[in-house]
């Protein structure tokens, strides 16, 4: 488990939010039970069937970007980036960390997530966190099956990376 925090265990339920990548069509009942109880979901692309999003919609607010899987006008209503605050963190999602162009530190965001890669990862480069949750649909080669949390705590982000037990 990959932890960014100073403790292994991230805060109650209803001060987290969930991060799932890359479902490619498949929402597993294990992705659904772990996200339950928190308070946003974040999702970074290649979601692949649209009524995953109202599924999701059903445990908690949902935000969620376009990935290069996701094809047609539910698809095309989806921003390939996006900028919000939630809990006080600033998060900018992306679904491909190759493809972005702007300057974390002087666009001022303090969480940087993004997918398509399918590895999960915690990164800090000083007061910013890269997360990428991982993929929680299809297993792709040897790689885990994954979601992430992601709280403020005293001001700063931190991420936990949960494996799905499939």
């Keep these: ?13 209803g001060k987290l939010i969930g991060v799932i990548s890359d479902t490619h069509g498949l929402l597993r009942p294990e992705a659904l039970e772990a996200l339950e109880g928190v308070d946003h979901i974040l999702h970074a692309g290649d979601i692949g069937n649209p009524a995953h999003l109202d599924m999701l919609a059903r445990l908690a607010q949902v935000t969620a970007i376009r990935g290069n899987i996701d094809r047609g006008p539910w698809a ?14 600033r998060i900018h999602m992306i679904h491909d960390r190759k493809d972005l162009r702007a300057d974390p ?4 965001w303090d969480v940087v997530i993004s997918g398509h890669s399918h590895k999960p990862g915690i990164e800090e480069t000083g007061p910013l966190l890269w997360l990428n949750p991982g993929a929680a649909g299809p297993r792709r080669f040897r790689l885990p099956i994954t979601l992430a949390f992601l709280w403020s705590e005293a001001g700063r982000p931190r991420a936990m990376i949960h494996p799905l037990p499939v």
């Design 105 to 108: 530190q002087t666009e001022g």
């Design 1 to 13: 488990m990959t932890d960014s925090g100073s403790s292994m265990r991230p805060p109650p339920p």
């Design 76 to 89: 095309e209503a989806l921003p390939e980036t996006l900028t919000l605050t939630i809990k006080g963190l």
